[in-house]
């Protein structure tokens, strides 16, 4: 069982849908990132955080310390918005990132 | 300001040779982490420096190395490759949450990455 577990493994919606994407964890965590790929390679950090809730833009994303989950929610997605989602946590008091497998959304206009 | 920049974008190497890549972070970021990315393991954490100084190691052989320069650049070796090196080599560069001193790394900066084919 991998450390960090992400569903589903792919996503297909119609432009405007709203969108989620989970993340679970096993280990002791002091904050969770989400990241955005694109194909080509490129990664973008969407988000860090340690506890509650972040917004930015049509991204928020949510963590729930005591139940180790976290959610990534797209309101109004945009065919634009289709890559690969990955959520990551570095075990407490490390940097060594453990990476989910990612969730694969495709937008259609 | 610049991103973090990674060269050589794309390179090819036959077995048993080796290859350096190398990072150079965003201005000001102290903190470099190298990740390996391939079809089959997905994302991989293989080392992370900070000020010149290795803090965190991932389960990699130790034909993988690291190492970080006074300016914060950092190369990755690979000796003796195998065909399963075939990846894309990622870095990402970040301050740390606390302003001063050296806690834990905060978001990530990432280049677009090496890629590495092993013929």
């Known amino acids: 069982k991998n450390e960090v577990e992400q569903s589903p493994q792919n996503l297909t919606a119609q432009e405007g849908e709203f969108i989620t994407i989970n993340c679970s964890y096993s280990?002791?965590?002091?904050?969770l990132h989400w990241l955005q790929q694109h194909p080509g390679g490129g990664i973008v950090s969407l988000f860090m955080?340690?506890?509650g809730k972040k917004k930015h833009g049509r991204l928020i994303a949510t963590i729930n310390i005591q139940e180790k989950h976290s959610s990534l929610h797209i309101t109004a997605s945009h065919p634009r918005d289709s890559a690969v989602y990955i959520c990551?946590?570095?075990?407490?008091?490390?940097?060594?990132?453990?990476f989910g497998t990612g969730t694969r959304l495709q937008v259609f206009p | 300001k610049a991103g973090v920049t990674q060269t050589p974008r794309y390179l090819i190497k036959t077995r048993g040779q080796q290859v350096t890549l190398s990072c150079s972070p965003i201005?000001?970021?102290?903190?470099v982490s190298w990740y390996q990315q391939t079809p089959g393991q997905g994302l991989q954490f293989l080392f992370e420096y900070f000020s010149e100084t290795q803090r965190n190691k991932g389960n990699f052989p130790g034909r993988f190395s690291g190492r970080q320069f006074s300016n914060s650049r950092s190369e990755m070796n690979v000796s003796t490759l195998e065909l399963g090196d075939s990846a894309l080599y990622l870095c990402?560069?970040?301050?740390?949450?606390?302003?001063?001193?050296?806690?834990?790394?905060?978001?990530?900066?990432f280049g677009e990455g090496s890629r590495l084919t092993v013929l």
């Open positions: 280990v002791g965590i002091s904050a």
């Open positions: 955080l340690s506890s």
């Open positions: 201005s000001g970021h102290r903190s």
């Open positions: 990551a946590a570095p075990p407490y008091n490390t940097d060594k990132l453990i």
């Open positions: 990402a560069s970040s301050l740390p949450i606390k302003p001063t001193g050296t806690g834990r790394t905060g978001e990530l900066f």
